[in-house]
């Protein structure tokens, strides 16, 4: 008689919304098609029509679109045509990885399952923006990432994971940003696993342990 077959994990679904770049993106995807993740990319959303991230999907032929801000009259009109686009393509996690815009509540209400955000500090030092010249100005040994539950206060919902780095002496904003976004891949793929095999939950309540991403890439 033969074992019984282990139940096959399904993989989780992901929606990415980005703004830029898109190194972030990729890097998911990258971890994906080399199967470090058992994720599968279902939509990628922006709201710059020339961003990286969009060129990228096309390129990948990763379901993608773009709405325009501009187009609608209020921030929860936009945030809603958004969710629903986001809802269409059935996610089971939202990665904000660049998303440069606020999402009001309304749309955090409205979206059709639990969202992350990659932020690049060391939260809750440095909420919003020019983090790293914040961080040096502020004369700090060390700065970082972190990836949190997306909740209605800006980059405030709960710490889920974080990684770090030295601050180096000859570092500028620009240097210190690149160091930090080399830590932001491998934090954020791990992140992702995580979830994915229900080692980091997201229903919890605000309390739940921070965990970090040690030197052998893994999260304690
Ligand atoms: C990343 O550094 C990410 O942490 C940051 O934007 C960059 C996007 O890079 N996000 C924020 O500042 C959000 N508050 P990418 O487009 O190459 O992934």
Redesign the pocket.
Known sequence: MSAPASPEVRPLRIAVF????????QALHRAITHDALPAQLVGVFSDKAGS??IAYAEAQHIAHSHLDPKSFATREDFDAALMQKAAAVTPDLIV?????RIISETGIRAAACPMI????SLLPKYP??H?HARALAAGDAEHG?SVHRVEAVL?GGRILSQAKIAVMPDDTPERL?QR??AI?HPLLIATVRAIAEGRITLSEGADTRVSWLNHRLELE
């Open positions: 980005a703004s830029g770049r898109g190194s972030n993106l990286g991230a904000c990885a660049g998303f440069m955000n990659i932020h690049p919003g923006l983090t990432a980059d940003a930090v976004l932001e």
